[in-house]
Every structure is written in C-alpha cells, then in structure tokens.
C-alpha cells in the first residue's frame, strides 16, 4: 500500500491538490484535496466516472495544467518551482502522454509522427545531429509495436487500434520516465482496447512506470493498483 512505501522509491507525489475552473458566474470545483503517491515501476489506474476530476488530475500530474492549490513534486523536486523552460522539457522529455483521441498529425507519416518529439526544443543544427538516431528509434519503436509495415502510411490510411500503438511509439520516443495514458482505450472496441492494455502492461514489466485513467473498473483491474477518484476526492486504494 501507499503508505507504507519506501519514500525514496516514490517518483511522483500530489499533495492536496484543489482545482476549480469558472463557468459563467459559477465556480466548479472539480478537485477537492487529492493525495497521491507513485512509485517508481508502478502501473496505477485511476478509475472514476465522468466527471469525476480523474483526466484533470492527469493532466496535473503532468504539467499540463495547474492546481489552484497543492504541490506535484517529481523525484520530489516541486513542479510549481520549474521555470517555462524546464516545465517544456519535463512535457517533453520526462513524461510520455498518450491521449483518448490519439492526436496524431495526418500530414505526417506514422514515423515522422513518432518521431516529431525528438525534434521538437531543438534547433535545426540539434535536429540535423540527432536525426539518425531519432529516425532508428522510431523504427525500433515501430516493429516492437507491430507497426513496421505502417512507418510509411499516412494515420488515416490505419485502424484505431493501430492509431493508439502509434500513439503510445510517440510517449515512448523520448524514453519518458512516467507514461500518463487518459482513457487509452476509450475510442476503441473492447478486442482492440485489449491489446493496447497488453502493450501497457508489457512496457510496465520491462519497468516503465505507468500511470492510467479510465472510466471502466474492469479496464482498471489490469492495473497493479488501482485509485479511486469520487467527487474530485480519492475515495480508497487497493493493489491488484
């Protein structure tokens, strides 16, 4: 269980973290003083209904957004204290994020779109260095995933299924330390969603720390432990 983690193998931490966001006259509190620790080679699910505050906690988690109140620390060092240039590169390089709705660029192939990462905080000089490199990563990425015969095609010419294992090559390209994964499965059938758990479990035994959202309890149970999130409050935890 959490709390009798050992501190020092623990690599992201929330404390009381409060969000709220403004609606008309209204103010929507949407996270309520959440607690969270994940260690480090850790697949945790965060489970909740819609409109629960999980998504927004996962985007907290990664920098994506802020809490009004509360303090996220990687490798226990405050996130609220990086500057715009770090907070880039922990987006960028730290944590890998993969997305109910794949977010890949059609005008790009599947290769290009894993690799865009690696290119992305680099001058054209950097980029010209490290292209080889950034080009047989995605490769490799690629044929672990299956998608090798895919490098080429455009990201409409694929499946959902095939979309989301591009998706998840892209997380993977910068060789993130934390994995975040909102609703992963989310826009895919029940066999496809399948095998993108299977990929998530099987980078999770090779020691990717992972870190999922879903609605599905069912979906959870894949998970090692499993967080649940009840009116922008965690309710209880429980390991697999």
């Not at 996220?72 to 715009?84: A, N, P």
């Not at 870190?211 to 959870?220: F, G, L, N, S």
């Not at 894949?222 to 922008?232: P, Y």
Request: glycine residues 10%; hydrophobic residues 40%.
């Amino acid at each position: 269980m959490i709390d009798s983690m050992s501190k020092d193998n623990v690599i992201l931490k929330a404390e009381g973290i409060h969000k709220s966001y403004r609606m008309g006259a209204t103010q929507v509190k949407v996270l309520k003083g959440v607690d969270l620790a994940v260690k480090k080679g850790e697949f945790v699910a965060i489970v909740g209904a819609s409109g629960s505050g999980k998504s927004t906690l996962l985007h907290i988690l990664g920098a994506l957004d802020k809490p009004n109140k509360g303090v996220v620390t990687f490798e226990k060092r405050d996130l609220s204290r990086f500057s715009g240039g770090e907070l880039n590169r922990f987006r960028n390089k730290t944590v890998g994020f993969v997305f109910q709705f794949y977010h890949l660029l059609d005008e790009l192939s599947v290769l290009e779109n894993v690799y865009l990462p690696a290119m992305t905080g680099r001058s054209m000089l950097g980029w010209l260095a490290c292209r080889k490199w950034a080009k047989n990563r995605a490769r490799e990425l690629l044929a672990q995933l299956g998608l090798a015969e895919r490098a080429k095609h455009k990201p409409y010419q694929l499946s959902g299924g095939e979309r989301q294992r591009a998706a998840i090559g892209r997380a993977l390209m910068n060789e993130p330390q934390l994995l975040l994964a909102d609703e992963p499965t989310g826009n895919l059938d029940s066999a496809t969603g399948n095998g993108i758990l299977e990929v998530l479990e099987k980078l999770n035994r090779a020691g990717q720390t992972v870190v999922m959202v879903t609605h599905d309890e069912r979906i959870a149970q894949r998970a090692g432990r499993i967080v649940t999130l009840v009116d922008g409050k965690i309710e209880h935890k429980h390991t697999r």
